[in-house]
């Protein structure tokens, strides 16, 4: 038996995001997780992580896809750059569990990516976003499949939800576990 304590937040958002890197670093450590997937629009919350791991733990920023340029959402050259120096792998890929072909042709339907997704936030839109960046890296080549990972992300921006997972790919979906929840608003 595993006896975990879990932070449940008030609010999300990023006023979350030392607290969810420290106890996700904390539990790191104890499981010896070597890899740790964030979801960082424009790089801080990754730069961020990257101080609260130690050297020895990969870190993996997930960036929103092209798509969302109009919004301003994507990643700068000069963010990415600054967070491949500070030693941090960068991935921008289309998300996995919405906003691509299936969801563009489902009509008034839902496509099973959307059930999933609509299915994780309940939990938090962090909840979404942890799994669904860790599914991007798995399907990148970034993850060792073999091992753990903790997956962090947020609501809007920063980080308000932190997961223990194991991950999968897209492909096999059913294989992923959401092994330990770290964190996470209750609103």
């Known amino acids: 038996m595993h006896t975990v ?11 979350n995001t030392e607290d969810v890197l420290a106890c996700a670093a904390k539990r790191a450590r104890e499981l010896g997780i070597r890899q740790v997937v964030v979801a960082s629009t424009h790089g801080s919350t990754a730069l961020k ?13 997930v960036s929103i896809s092209a798509a969302f340029d109009e919004e ?18 960068v991935l921008t890929a289309m998300h996995s569990l919405g906003d691509d072909v299936s969801e563009a042709m489902a009509g008034e339907g839902w496509p099973p990516n959307r059930v999933v997704r609509e299915t994780l936030y309940r939990f938090s839109q962090g ?9 991007m890296a798995a399907e990148a080549g970034l993850l060792d499949m073999n091992a753990d990972a ?3 992300a947020g ?7 932190a997961i223990v997972i194991k991950p999968a790919y897209a492909r096999h979906f059913r294989r992923l576990k959401i092994r330990e929840i770290l964190a996470m608003p209750r609103s």
């Open 150 to 152: 903790i997956a962090i």
């Open 5 to 15: 304590t879990v932070h449940y937040y008030d609010s999300p958002g990023p006023q």
């Open 127 to 135: 909840m979404k976003v942890a799994v669904e960046v860790a599914i």
């Open 72 to 89: 301003g959402w994507t990643m700068s050259a000069s963010e990415r750059e600054a967070l491949q120096k500070a030693g941090i792998e």
């Open 49 to 61: 992580a990257r101080q609260a791991f130690p050297a020895e733990i990969r870190v993996i920023a």
């Open 155 to 161: 609501t809007d921006s920063g980080a308000d939800t």
